[in-house]
């Protein structure tokens, strides 16, 4: 199984925003749902936002609600993740993979994951 490759990140002010990709192309990401997932420094991993296979269905974690927008292209290979009114808190490495529900995503293998995007939110 190949790695999803994640992009977009950088050092970002207050207030800003970004829009992060995740190219994931081939099995099982074109059939699955997929998620971003962000783990700030010393936390654990955490979800974030979900989108389905079609693109028709969208889920979001209740702390991004209304700042965090997922979308995916039609070929199924690149899901995107657009931020807004970016804040300190907001400072982790952004990852994406498969979304199985709000269980089995902590089961993933450690190796599915790719290197994921670092995010900085800094004055």
């Known amino acids: 199984q190949a790695q999803p490759v994640e992009s977009g990140g950088g050092l970002v002010q207050p207030g800003g925003s970004l829009r992060l990709s995740c190219v994931a192309s081939g099995p099982p990401f074109d059939y699955y749902p997929m998620g971003w997932f962000r783990q700030p420094l010393g936390k654990e991993r955490e979800f974030l936002a979900a989108?389905?296979?079609?693109?028709?269905?969208?889920y979001f974690a209740d702390s991004v609600k209304g700042r965090f927008i997922i979308s995916r292209d039609e070929s199924r290979t690149t899901v995107f993740l657009q931020i807004t009114d970016l804040q300190p808190e907001d400072t982790a490495v952004y990852y994406c993979?498969?979304?199985?529900?709000?269980?089995?995503?902590?089961?993933?293998?450690?190796?599915?994951w790719g290197q994921g995007t670092r995010v900085t939110v800094s004055a």
């Open positions: 989108i389905s296979a079609t693109a028709q269905t969208t």
């Open positions: 993979n498969t979304y199985q529900g709000p269980d089995r995503w902590r089961t993933l293998p450690e190796h599915s």
